[in-house]
């Protein structure tokens, strides 16, 4: 099992405390749990759905995030952990990408759900290759702002996320992961050879 490194700066795994939460991230929140409350309750709603219509909520509004959650680090690019639930159910980050960056190639260990908030993130797709043991790609596409995606665990959903080196603009995306706050770095992605 591969774990990934992801830099960091001074202080992004500091959860901001419920009072420094933005109003939008605390209704995201809510959501959340509704989300759980739901699926707790019986198989009609839509787990999965409930969660991308969170993100697209939460995206669009623009004070869902500091500006200091919007910090790039020139090594990589930065996650910025917003929220944790409780209950280690969720975890909420802000991913900084600056131009050049991309995140490793990777299936999913938990469900997750993104939102791109600013920025077109390019977004490579993969199907898995039991017989050679990597990913194999299958197509690209962009990401501007507003799109949303949400997967369940396994490698039935292995993508790669990156800013092109050519962008003007640094980009900036919300994602939801189905892990305790601290476990955010270690038990979210399954890195894999492409």
Request: glycine letters at 8%.
């Amino acid at each position: 099992m591969q774990l990934e490194h992801v830099s960091r700066p001074a202080r992004p795994f500091s959860p901001a405390s419920a009072s420094c939460r933005s109003p939008a991230l605390e209704q995201l929140c809510r959501e959340l749990d509704a989300a759980f409350a739901a699926a707790e309750a019986g198989p009609n709603a839509s787990f999965g759905q409930r969660v991308r219509l969170a993100l697209q909520r939460a995206v669009a509004d623009p004070g869902v995030l500091r500006p200091d959650q919007r910090v790039s680090n020139p090594q990589g690019y930065c996650r910025h952990l917003l929220a944790a639930d409780p209950l280690n159910r969720y975890a909420i980050a802000a991913l900084v990408w600056a131009p050049g960056q991309a995140s490793p190639v990777h299936g999913h260990r938990t469900w997750c759900g993104y939102a791109v908030m600013e920025g077109t993130l390019e977004e490579t797709l993969y199907r898995w290759d039991a017989v050679e043991h990597r990913a194999l790609e299958t197509r690209r596409h962009p990401r501007p702002p507003g799109a949303v995606s949400y997967v369940d665990a396994g490698r039935g959903a292995i993508h790669q996320l990156g800013l092109s080196a050519d962008a003007a603009m640094r980009a900036v995306s919300l994602h939801v992961y189905g892990v305790a706050g601290e476990q955010i770095a270690t038990h979210v992605n399954d890195l894999l050879a492409a």
